[in-house]
């Protein structure tokens, strides 16, 4: 195979499976869609052309986004169009798979999915919160497939802020989700038609069985497939490879198989390497990419980058690692070869082109696009999906890959795909390309150094904010004797205490962090205080105290914080008395809640984390109740509503929740203590104080965890 008459050897078949890909599938068709706009509209008019299932897995989901949009930034809503078509097409069933987010993206994700999608649609609507992960870790996955023989697999979810047209303008009138405009967006998504869709339906099955319990036939449909019509595809009966990356998990095995597809497409690449990602923090991927650059006769290497990351925390860690790394590359780059930048326009002035993409073209021979970034996480901590075609020698393919390649750079330079392609040609450099049609409206700008970041320097910020592999819940309880597993008398006793001093460090970066960063000049304990001294101070503290924990039990917000915040605002006997009053009403709330929808609609709800508990709760009453909120295996509405679907007693269920939830609010309140000292005068005699506060707290779940797991086996 040759390209710009330089010879690239084709060498053994690139893809294998169980090292660097999962399978390897035939696809009809293959189109790349560009940008937000392209994706949405595709995705649409295939849902339409539906007959028997759309499955969707997403970190992150928004039914209130619009699909196809007016002027104005106008149309119908996805959860009224999912809603729309399962009541027009009788034998659609539609399946939603969204992360069970962490309170962390509270402010950015529509709060309440479960109830957008569970309660308020079309009974073959059918929805799900993905939990089925160690601690820590997400589902990232962003697939979406139509009657088993369509995909699309890249880096955007259907949920807001992400539509945007390619001009990438400043001002778009139409890049506008419930009520707020943002800023420009670029991301690439693939779409396939064939074998290739069928084989990933077998992995949206198993993810789905894995986290609900049920088990889906595959589609068999005959005729006309749902390809938009209005999409031409980019490529025609190819090969394509599925990889993926998964966590080890409750006796499941770590599959890296997206990082070994890198690591060896980089160690392959002799021409150039093109990469576009939102991170780059990867140690092994970094390492890959100096060893490519300290070749004599190595690759040159484009890297496109956000020019930020999203907010001041992400900045301040995932930046400085990524600018750690990129300082790594440009010591190795010992023969010019290496250019990193971000896209840019005129007229954005303090907005910036949000590149959010995850793709990889290396010699017009290889390419991937998917859900994982060139980060830790993504390589082995969260769930990962990606596509991958290799040309091996086949002209089509080669062509197809250099397609996607020239469209992206006329894009980011404002020029047209066939000028890119001749510029290549002539130069044989992509770096050349850059150079000279870089625009004064669309351009590639250079990456500038991060600011001083010499305080994260100094700490191993890939362990907390980018690991690499994950630590499981329940085997992080059992290590410590919390857990319900056989304790490992082998472990050495010293080896635990460095563990938990690991994990005593994380809290006092965590409290630095708060303490040093913006954070703390509006989000602080005195000014939260002063927030809480209007309740504090009114007439009538208590009635308002315990209102808010009903109507905050009711809307599904963790009981936890108002607990915390319940502490800060009245010290530890009020707060004590408060937090337990009103966590004991929160419960009859949802316990009532649940009585009265039923256990067809809860279960609905919660799935078949909804079954199992109860049948638990229904077998053991109050010992069940207080050791699920001892051991917190589902959020404290969802045990509510569970209990009184389930019909147990109303006297079991206030005795298990004062029995299991006492004991965590006073751990709680001991912790607060000591964390709050710390925070408001942080030096050493503090953070003591805050360990042994944290000791205690822990100690104080452990004893009646103990108890109760005790009295349980003792019961039978």
Same mark, same amino acid.
């Given at each position: 195979?040759?390209?710009?008459?330089?010879?690239?050897?084709?060498?053994?078949?690139?893809?294998?499976?169980?090292?660097?890909?999962?399978?390897?599938?035939?696809?009809?068709?293959?189109?790349?869609?560009?940008?937000?706009?392209?994706?949405?509209?595709?995705?649409?008019?295939?849902?339409?052309?539906?007959?028997?299932?759309?499955?969707?897995?997403? $970190?992150?989901?928004?039914?209130?986004?619009?699909?196809?949009?007016?002027?104005?930034?106008?149309?119908?809503?996805?959860?009224?169009? &999912?809603?729309?078509?399962?009541?027009?097409?009788?034998?659609?069933?539609?399946?939603?798979?969204?992360?069970? =987010?962490?309170?962390?993206?509270?402010?950015?994700?529509?709060?309440?999915?479960?109830?957008?999608?569970?309660?308020?649609?079309?009974?073959?609507? +059918?929805?799900?919160?993905?939990?089925?992960?160690?601690?820590?870790?997400?589902? +990232?996955?962003?697939?979406?497939?139509?009657?088993?023989?369509?995909?699309?697999?890249?880096?955007?979810?259907?949920?807001?802020?992400?539509?945007?047209?390619?001009?990438?303008?400043?001002?778009? +009138?139409?890049?506008?989700?419930?009520?707020?405009?943002?800023?420009?967006?670029?991301?690439?998504?693939? *779409?396939?038609?064939?074998?290739?869709?069928?084989?990933?339906?077998?992995?949206?099955?198993?993810?789905?069985?894995?986290?609900?319990?049920?088990?889906?036939?595959?589609?068999?449909?005959?005729?006309?497939?749902?390809?938009?019509?209005? =999409?031409?595809?980019?490529?025609?009966?190819?090969?394509?490879?599925?990889?993926?990356?998964?966590?080890?998990?409750?006796?499941?095995?770590?599959?890296?198989?997206?990082?070994?597809?890198?690591?060896?497409?980089?160690?392959?690449?002799?021409?150039?390497?093109?990469?576009?990602?939102?991170?780059?923090?990867?140690?092994?991927?970094?390492?890959?990419?100096?060893?490519?650059?300290?070749?004599?006769?190595?690759?040159?290497?484009?890297?496109?980058?956000? &020019?930020?990351?999203?907010?001041?925390?992400?900045?301040?860690?995932?930046?400085?690692?990524?600018?750690?790394?990129?300082?790594?590359?440009?010591?190795?780059?010992?023969?010019?070869?290496?250019?990193?930048?971000?896209?840019?326009?005129?007229?954005?002035?303090?907005? =910036?082109?949000? &590149?959010?993409?995850?793709?990889? %073209?290396?010699?017009?021979?290889?390419?991937?696009?998917?859900?994982?970034?060139?980060?830790?996480?993504?390589?082995?901590?969260?769930?990962?999906?990606?596509?991958?075609?290799?040309?091996?020698?086949?002209?089509?393919?080669?062509?197809?890959?250099?397609?996607?390649?020239?469209?992206?750079?006329?894009? +980011?330079?404002?020029?047209?795909?066939?000028?890119?392609?001749?510029?290549?040609?002539?130069?044989?450099?992509?770096?050349?390309?850059?150079?000279?049609?870089?625009?004064?409206?669309?351009?590639?700008?250079?990456?500038?150094?991060?600011?001083?970041?010499?305080?994260?320097?100094?700490?191993?910020?890939? *362990?907390?904010?980018?690991?690499?592999?994950?630590?499981?819940?329940?085997?992080?309880?059992?290590?410590?004797?919390?857990?319900?597993?056989?304790?490992?008398?082998?472990?050495?006793?010293?080896?635990?205490?460095?563990?938990?001093?690991?994990?005593?460090?994380?809290?006092? %970066?965590?409290?630095?962090?708060?303490?040093?960063?913006?954070?703390?000049?509006?989000?602080?304990?005195?000014?939260?205080?002063?927030?809480?001294?209007?309740?504090?101070?009114?007439?009538?503290?208590?009635?308002?105290?315990?209102?808010?924990?009903?109507?905050?039990?009711?809307?599904?917000?963790?009981?936890?914080?108002?607990?915390?915040?319940?502490?800060?605002?009245?010290?530890?006997?009020?707060?004590?008395?408060?937090?337990?009053?009103?966590?004991?009403?929160?419960?009859?709330?949802?316990?009532?809640?649940?009585?009265?929808?039923?256990?067809?609609?809860?279960?609905?709800?919660?799935?078949?984390?909804?079954?199992?508990?109860?049948?638990?709760?229904?077998?053991?009453?109050?010992?069940?109740?207080?050791? %699920?909120?001892?051991?917190?295996?589902?959020?404290?509405?969802?045990?509510?509503?569970?209990?009184?679907?389930?019909?147990?007693?109303?006297?079991?269920?206030?005795?298990?929740?004062?029995?299991?939830?006492?004991?965590?609010?006073?751990?709680?309140?001991?912790?607060?203590?000591?964390?709050?000292?710390?925070?408001?005068?942080?030096?050493? $005699?503090?953070?003591?104080?805050?360990?042994?506060?944290?000791?205690?707290?822990?100690?104080?779940?452990?004893?009646?965890?103990?108890?109760?797991?005790?009295?349980?086996?003792?019961?039978?």
């Amino acid at each position: 195979m040759k390209i710009n008459g330089n010879q690239v050897e084709r060498g053994e078949m690139f893809f294998r499976k169980e090292h660097n890909c999962w399978e390897i599938a035939q696809a009809e068709k293959i189109a790349f869609l560009i940008d937000g706009e392209n994706y949405f509209r595709a995705f649409a008019e295939a849902c339409e052309a539906a007959r028997n299932n759309i499955f969707i897995l997403g $970190w992150d989901i928004d039914s209130r986004i619009a699909l196809r949009r007016d002027g104005n930034g106008k149309g119908e809503m996805l959860g009224i169009f &999912l809603n729309r078509l399962a009541r027009q097409k009788k034998q659609l069933n539609i399946y939603i798979l969204d992360w069970d =987010f962490v309170m962390f993206y509270v402010f950015t994700r529509e709060i309440l999915p479960v109830l957008s999608f569970g309660w308020k649609t079309h009974r073959r609507v +059918h929805f799900a919160l993905d939990d089925d992960h160690p601690l820590g870790a997400s589902h +990232h996955q962003k697939i979406a497939l139509i009657d088993d023989r369509l995909a699309f697999i890249g880096g955007m979810d259907l949920t807001s802020h992400r539509w945007d047209t390619s001009d990438h303008m400043s001002e778009n +009138h139409r890049r506008i989700d419930n009520g707020s405009a943002y800023g420009p967006y670029h991301d690439v998504q693939i *779409m396939v038609e064939g074998e290739a869709a069928a084989k990933l339906s077998i992995l949206a099955r198993h993810r789905w069985e894995r986290v609900t319990g049920d088990r889906l036939r595959n589609a068999i449909i005959e005729g006309e497939g749902p390809w938009p019509e209005r =999409f031409s595809p980019d490529l025609e009966n190819a090969e394509v490879a599925i990889l993926r990356t998964m966590p080890e998990y409750e006796g499941d095995p770590e599959i890296r198989e997206i990082e070994n597809f890198y690591i060896d497409a980089i160690d392959r690449a002799r021409l150039y390497i093109y990469i576009e990602n939102q991170y780059l923090t990867s140690l092994r991927i970094g390492a890959a990419l100096e060893k490519a650059l300290g070749q004599k006769e190595g690759p040159e290497v484009l890297l496109l980058l956000p &020019l930020k990351c999203s907010g001041w925390l992400e900045e301040g860690t995932i930046g400085a690692l990524r600018g750690r790394l990129l300082d790594n590359l440009k010591k190795a780059d010992r023969y010019g070869r290496l250019k990193i930048c971000y896209p840019d326009r005129k007229g954005l002035q303090s907005e =910036f082109i949000r &590149l959010h993409s995850k793709l990889y %073209i290396a010699d017009d021979e290889v390419a991937t696009i998917g859900s994982a970034n060139l980060n830790n996480r993504s390589m082995g901590f969260d769930t990962e999906c990606n596509l991958a075609l290799f040309a091996g020698g086949e002209k089509k393919t080669a062509e197809a890959i250099a397609g996607l390649r020239n469209r992206l750079l006329a894009e +980011h330079l404002g020029s047209e795909p066939e000028i890119v392609a001749d510029c290549y040609r002539k130069t044989g450099s992509l770096l050349s390309v850059v150079e000279k049609l870089n625009k004064e409206d669309r351009f590639l700008q250079e990456l500038p150094d991060p600011e001083d970041s010499s305080f994260m320097e100094t700490l191993p910020a890939h *362990m907390i904010v980018d690991p690499e592999s994950p630590v499981g819940i329940t085997g992080l309880l059992d290590y410590f004797g919390f857990g319900t597993g056989r304790r490992d008398a082998k472990v050495d006793a010293k080896q635990k205490v460095l563990v938990f001093a690991s994990l005593f460090f994380l809290v006092l %970066i965590l409290i630095m962090i708060w303490h040093w960063s913006p954070l703390n000049l509006w989000l602080n304990v005195e000014n939260l205080l002063v927030a809480l001294d209007y309740v504090r101070e009114s007439s009538f503290t208590i009635v308002i105290v315990l209102f808010i924990y009903v109507i905050g039990s009711c809307l599904f917000f963790p009981v936890t914080v108002l607990i915390v915040l319940t502490a800060f605002a009245f010290g530890p006997l009020m707060g004590l008395t408060l937090a337990l009053g009103g966590s004991i009403l929160g419960g009859l709330a949802g316990y009532a809640a649940g009585r009265r929808l039923g256990r067809d609609r809860v279960r609905k709800l919660a799935s078949d984390r909804a079954n199992r508990m109860s049948r638990r709760l229904a077998k053991h009453g109050w010992l069940s109740v207080a050791l %699920i909120r001892i051991v917190p295996i589902a959020p404290f509405t969802t045990v509510n509503l569970v209990a009184g679907s389930s019909r147990i007693p109303i006297w079991p269920f206030l005795i298990g929740t004062v029995a299991g939830m006492g004991p965590g609010i006073i751990a709680i309140i001991v912790f607060e203590r000591g964390v709050q000292t710390a925070i408001n005068n942080p030096n050493w $005699w503090n953070w003591i104080v805050a360990a042994a506060a944290l000791v205690c707290g822990a100690l104080i779940l452990f004893l009646v965890k103990y108890w109760l797991v005790r009295l349980e086996k003792k019961n039978g």
